[in-house]
């Protein structure tokens, strides 16, 4: 990578880094206290390879003592290599090598994501020490049906999440099941997030 190319990545933030940092965790935080309702976060960054919504929440939510693991493609792929550099000039987030070692684990591949199992599951006296699963999607709306339930969901929610991989859902089962232990995740596209916590119920339809 080129020394002109860094420094374009690297210049890359928020403008406004307190109160755009501010918005971005109040959004996040409702996201996952109201399962499955689209919240807008924010437009793209110049120069950074993720969604506006994506870069925005990795700036806002991590910092020194926040491990991020990023799935973002293969070992050697120079995008990924390039965006731990650009997050840890702004944060200071180190790298976590494992996705059970991670705070966050940021997949932008869905079809090649770690399994849920695989990140972190907090413990019985601790299950806040779980890893938050940050996964750009290509829309948040096109998908096939689903109905999700629980906490935060008046009745019913209707989702309609594109391009997860087919077993995602039964690794998903398996993860509410576990509660109060298991992932939450947060799905981007684009300027937008949607919540899942691991206290919602979802219920395939349309054969999915």
Known sequence: MSASSSTNTLAAGLQDSVHESQFAFRQALDALARPGQIRHIGAALPG???????????????????????????PDDLSASSLQTWLRFHTGAPVAPQPSSASFVVVTRPLQ????????????ESPEFSSTVLMELPSLCDGPALEWRGPGIQDMQRVCLLGLPNAFWAQWQANHVAFPLGVDLIFTCAEHALGLPRTTRVRRLEGV
């Open 113 to 124: 994501a770690p399994a849920l199992g695989s990140c972190a599951q907090g413990s019985p």
């Open 48 to 74: 950074v390879a993720l969604g506006g919504a994506m870069a925005r929440l990795l700036l806002s939510l991590t910092d020194d003592e926040t491990a991020v693991h990023w799935h973002c493609g293969g």
